[in-house]
């Protein structure tokens, strides 16, 4: 059974960068038919999804329109897992984030992380 | 891209049977055939329900279904529980290599 934890500070301050690591238990980061996600939630966005990176005989990423000028997904495979970085925020990068696997790149999400609340704030 | 159009709320009675709406466009719900839907109570992720429009992933029950005709899908529950009342999303992939989900609806069970 897959396992995803993440693990991240919970406060961040305008202009600073969000950085936020999904730890993976149960799979691999380096599979070659699973992509892995990062998601947010918020009350004026709604779910937003953020990006993915996946492993097809070399690294991959994608990124939102939204944010792709600000975002990085990056894999950690020597220790399973992989982060999130979004640079410059301001308060309305204020979200829960989530993780989520894409069991088999269909572009559904299976299983989530428990989410982490972010605020940006000073 | 603008979200997927989702009805806000819905409701029904334990035992009864309700449908939630997805509507979207030819460059996602209806170009691909990549709708999914997620159940979320509150403080909790969301879990996945229905993948690729109606296969059921092991140990959701069978009372949800899933479907879609052109850019609109659609998620039915049958035989309403009270442990169905939560908030629904559904997304799809997109023409531009991404996800967009849903709005949301709270479905109420009365």
């Known amino acids: 059974q897959v396992h995803l934890q993440q693990s991240g500070p919970g406060l961040v301050k305008p202009s600073q960068t969000l950085s936020l690591t999904c730890g993976i238990s149960g799979d691999s980061v380096s599979s070659n038919s699973t992509a892995w996600n990062w998601i947010r939630q918020s009350p004026s966005r709604g779910l937003e999804w953020l990006g993915r990176?996946?492993?097809?005989?070399?690294?991959?990423?994608d990124y939102a329109v939204s944010v792709k000028s600000r975002v990085t997904i990056n894999p950690e495979t020597s220790k399973n897992q992989f982060s999130l970085q979004l640079n410059s925020v301001t308060p309305e990068d204020t979200a829960v984030y989530y993780c989520?696997?894409?069991?088999?790149?269909?572009?559904?999400?299976?299983?989530w992380g428990q989410g982490t609340l972010v605020t940006v704030s000073s | 891209q603008s979200a997927l159009t989702q009805p806000a709320s819905v409701s029904g009675s334990p035992g009864q049977s309700i449908t939630i709406s997805c509507t979207g466009t030819s460059s996602d719900v209806g170009g691909y055939n990549n709708v999914s839907w997620y159940q979320q109570h509150p403080g909790k992720a969301p879990k996945l329900m229905i993948s690729?429009?109606?296969n059921r992933p092991s140990g959701v029950s069978n009372r949800f279904s899933g479907s879609k005709s052109g850019n609109t899908a659609s998620l039915t529950i049958s035989g309403l529980q009270a442990e169905d009342e939560a908030d629904y999303y559904c997304s799809s992939y997109t023409n531009n290599t991404s996800v967009i989900f849903g709005g949301g609806t709270k479905l109420t069970v009365l």
């Open positions: 990176t996946y492993y097809r005989s070399k690294w991959y990423n």
């Open positions: 690729g429009v109606s």
């Open positions: 989520a696997r894409d069991p088999l790149g269909g572009n559904w999400f299976d299983p």
